[in-house]
């Protein structure tokens, strides 16, 4: 069975880094062209696409984005790793990670979310 | 970037009737769309992909349609479970969703 799950801290403070681990279980992050990626959703918001790896460690960011993110993956862990730089409070959401078969495929899969909180 | 807008925003309306929601892009996404539904608290499901194909398991009463710059989601006859948020989103250049239509009871 395919599943995702995000882990990360709850809350962090303005202008800290925050670090996301996204873990796999039932597929394989070098096989194929399977990718992860992230996205973000604001209390009562639309949802935001921040950030792809794929197998052959292609990756993008958002454009609005590009300067504060950074993606990488462990396959020996089956994680994929996220950090945001410079948090502020607008940066307050549920953040989720979704597998993808394909970079011109959807996200077919997502985990179940966490939440972070910006705040001093 | 390409965005999408959807409309309505809200939709109210009552079981078993037919629903239709609309997203536009403000360039092509040829024919890479998807929609999604997502219940309070949950994340959100993939139901269509590349406009107009049924995700695994996904009843038929949802169907997709468009290509280019405007697509459609179409539920024929709602149902209880079918009260939730949709989005759309363009994976033709980058990843950009629509802002969501939340259909609610009438």
């Known amino acids: 069975q395919v599943t995702l799950k995000e882990s990360g801290p709850v809350l962090v403070k303005p202008t800290e880094t925050l670090t996301l681990t996204c873990t796999v279980f039932?597929?394989?992050?070098?096989?194929?062209?399977?990718?992860v990626s992230w996205i973000r959703q604001p209390p009562g918001k639309a949802l935001e696409w921040l950030a792809n790896?794929?197998?052959?460690?292609?990756?993008s960011y958002s454009p609005s984005l590009r300067t504060r993110l950074t993606i990488s993956k462990d396959t020996s862990k089956n994680q994929v790793v996220l950090t945001m730089t410079n948090m502020d409070p607008a940066d307050t959401a549920t953040y989720y990670c979704?597998?993808?078969?394909?970079?011109?495929?959807?996200?077919?899969?997502w985990g179940q979310g966490t939440m972070v909180t910006v705040s001093s | 970037d390409i965005q999408m807008t959807q409309s309505p925003s809200t939709l109210s309306a009552s079981i078993g009737d037919r629903v239709t929601i609309t997203c536009r892009a403000s360039?092509?996404?040829?024919?890479?769309l998807a929609w999604y539904q997502q219940k309070t608290g949950k994340a959100p499901e993939l139901l269509i992909y590349?406009?107009?194909r049924l995700a695994s398991g996904v009843p038929s009463r949802f169907s997709g349609s468009g290509s280019g710059t405007e697509f459609t989601l179409t539920i024929s006859s709602l149902q209880p479970s079918d009260f939730a948020t949709y989005f759309c989103?363009?994976?033709?250049?980058?990843?950009?969703f629509g802002q969501g239509t939340k259909v609610e009871i009438k």
């Open positions: 790896i794929f197998s052959k460690d292609e990756y």
């Open positions: 360039q092509s996404a040829d024919r890479w």
């Open positions: 979704a597998r993808m078969n394909d970079i011109l495929d959807p996200f077919d899969i």
């Open positions: 590349e406009a107009s």
């Open positions: 039932g597929f394989s992050l070098n096989k194929g062209r399977m990718g």
């Open positions: 989103q363009q994976y033709n250049n980058y990843w950009t």
